[in-house]
């Protein structure tokens, strides 16, 4: 059955819980550093997150292991850059709930309730959780294996999936390019866009938005994999064969502008010709429309083809910039 392999990889926690018990919580314990642009994490999160998952399916009753891994949760939740409830929250309040006679744990739920601004609007400490391992879909354990980063077996039950689904639609196609992205398998995934490109430009009212956003999202594959001579190409058809006018106030329009940029910084011989449009249609985009990556990655493809052009967008840029230095 689909979910035997993850069922397994769960119970390998049992080593985890027994170290608990014998008072070593060092790989569940609130663990704060700091994660570079994102700020203040938990080391430990997704650790705590499998034992939660272990106490709920093997259906392990220890009040003392609930509370205390809920305490440390509730430090993530309060100190988190991210903030948000998140799946371990929810299954430890699941499971604190038995024990909460008399509302003995009243005060920790508060606690929770008020932990940051996402749990303020979307906690709910009554929701229910299934514990039944067996009654979750292949997604359901995809996402599960997703979660706690049980990649081998997320692959497994990612091709079982595959093999399954009778018929491809722009959907599921897109939730199997998300999995093989998170698995590192984007090699995979040159295929899927092209189906989705083509499968939009054969519907027939498929809107120039719909359009447009396929082959951005191709080029961008192409990009990411460092394939400029395919993006070029896909660029300029986009260009060529789209009424790209249409959507020419939309962001959109200005992320067909980046994936140009991003082309012509990376081979100005290839994207050369692509640069005078590129050029040209940003010179019509208001600065009141401009951003920071738009700004950034038209200097670097100016820069790289050693057009003038370029201190004229650095001193828009850095403008740009102190404008937001007045604005606090």
């Known amino acids: 059955m689909e979910f035997e392999g993850l069922k397994s990889k769960i119970q390998e926690q049992q080593a985890v819980y027994h170290a608990l018990k014998e008072g070593d919580n060092s790989m569940v314990c609130y663990k704060e550093f700091q994660n570079g642009e994102w700020g203040t994490d938990d080391e430990n999160y997704t650790n705590r997150l499998r034992l939660a998952y272990y106490l709920l399916y093997c259906h392990i009753e220890d009040e003392e292991a609930v509370a205390g891994l809920f305490e440390e949760e509730l430090k993530d939740r309060e100190r988190n850059s991210f903030q948000g409830i998140g799946s371990t929250l929810q299954v430890l309040t699941h499971l604190i709930r038995k024990y909460n006679v008399d509302g003995k744990y009243k005060a920790l739920l508060e606690r929770a309730k008020n ?15 299934d514990d039944d391992l067996g009654s979750n879909s292949i997604l359901d354990c995809i996402y599960l294996c997703r ?47 092209r189906e989705q490109l083509e499968e939009i430009l054969s519907t027939e009212n498929s809107s120039t938005r719909d359009i447009i956003s396929g082959y951005k999202d191709l080029i961008r594959y192409y990009l990411h994999m460092g394939d400029y001579g395919n993006a070029l190409c896909f660029c300029k058809k986009v260009v060529e064969t789209t009424d790209y006018k249409q959507i020419r106030t939309l962001r959109l329009f200005k992320d067909i502008l980046e994936v140009c940029f991003e082309l012509t910084a990376g081979d100005a011989k290839a994207g050369a010709g692509l640069w005078n449009w590129a050029k040209a249609e940003l010179q019509k985009v208001p600065q009141s429309s401009r951003y920071g990556n738009l700004y950034k990655k038209g200097i670097e493809a100016a820069n790289a083809m050693k057009d003038p052009y370029g201190r004229q967008l650095e001193q828009e840029y850095e403008n740009f910039l102190e404008s937001f230095r007045i604005g606090r």
């Open 147 to 193: 979660e706690m980063e049980y990649k081998d077996v997320m692959g497994v039950l990612v091709d079982e999936w595959k093999k399954n689904t009778a018929q491809w639609s722009c959907s599921n196609r897109k939730t199997l390019i998300d999995f093989h992205t998170f698995l590192g398998r984007d090699m995979e995934n040159e295929g899927l866009y």
């Open 115 to 129: 932990a940051n601004f996402d749990c303020a609007c979307g906690y709910d400490p009554d929701e229910e959780v």
